[in-house]
């Protein structure tokens, strides 16, 4: 079955940089968009990233995120990536990876079950 | 940005009753608007895509409508597990904006 597991969330100090990881399993990795979403405690789903599945430079960001996050993927290890820095405290959130469709376009049907990064002195 | 407007914000509903959230867009996004549940500490789960077609898995109480800026999701006889909160997506345009979500509670 499809499997997204999310890690590298960790506790880092403003200004710090991070990298999260998604390794996928169960289903054909170089085949789908994959996309970064985030959550902060107590609030709504904000989606942060994607990127495609065989032009792997084309990806694309919030406003929050450009400049200071980058997704990337290795297709041959069936994994995604999410470099964060010049973290802040508002960046402070459980970071979820998703599939997207093939197309782009589609709906988000398989999450990871989210890796927490808490930015904080 | 294209900015999803969700309404309500929260709701209070009895299993059995028929329960309508809307989604409006700040700007047309043909059908590609999805529909998702969450619920506490677990993973946001797609209930439905491009508008209306209901995902493998999904119970037929779930239907969702609407083109253009204007969509609904309706639950058709709630039941005990749909009380979570439910968000909307564009997947339009980049970014793929989600609404600020809707809390479905018990009466």
């Known amino acids: 079955q499809v499997q997204l597991v999310e890690s590298g969330g960790v506790l880092v100090k403003p200004g710090g940089s991070l990298r999260l990881s998604c390794a996928a399993s169960?289903?054909?990795?170089?085949?789908?968009?994959m996309h970064w979403i985030r959550q902060a405690p107590g609030k709504g789903l904000e989606w942060i990233s994607y990127?495609?599945?065989?032009?792997?430079?084309?990806?694309?960001?919030a406003d929050s995120a450009r400049g200071r996050f980058t997704i990337s993927r290795d297709n041959a290890k069936n994994s995604l990536y999410l470099q964060l820095n010049s973290l802040r405290a508002e960046d402070t959130a459980i970071y979820y990876c998703?599939?997207?469709?093939?197309f782009g376009p589609g709906g988000l049907d398989s999450w990871g079950q989210g890796t927490l990064v808490t930015v904080s002195s | 940005d294209i900015q999803m407007a969700q309404s309500p914000s929260s709701l209070s509903a009895s299993a059995g009753d028929r329960v309508t959230i809307t989604c409006r867009a700040s700007q047309a996004i043909n059908d590609y608007l999805n529909w998702y549940q969450q619920k506490p500490g677990k993973a946001p789960k797609l209930l439905i895509s491009?508008?209306?077609s209901l995902q493998s898995g999904v119970p037929s109480r779930f239907t969702g409508s609407g083109s253009g800026r204007d969509f609904t999701l309706t639950i058709n006889s709630l039941q005990v597990e749909d009380f979570a909160t439910y968000y909307c997506?564009?997947?339009?345009?980049?970014?793929?904006?989600f609404g600020q979500g809707t809390k479905v509670e018990i009466k």
């Open positions: 998703a599939r997207g469709d093939y």
């Open positions: 990127i495609s599945h065989t032009y792997t430079e084309y990806a694309a960001y």
């Open positions: 997506q564009q997947s339009y345009r980049t970014p793929h904006t």
């Open positions: 169960g289903f054909s990795f170089s085949d789908h968009f």
């Open positions: 491009g508008g209306s």
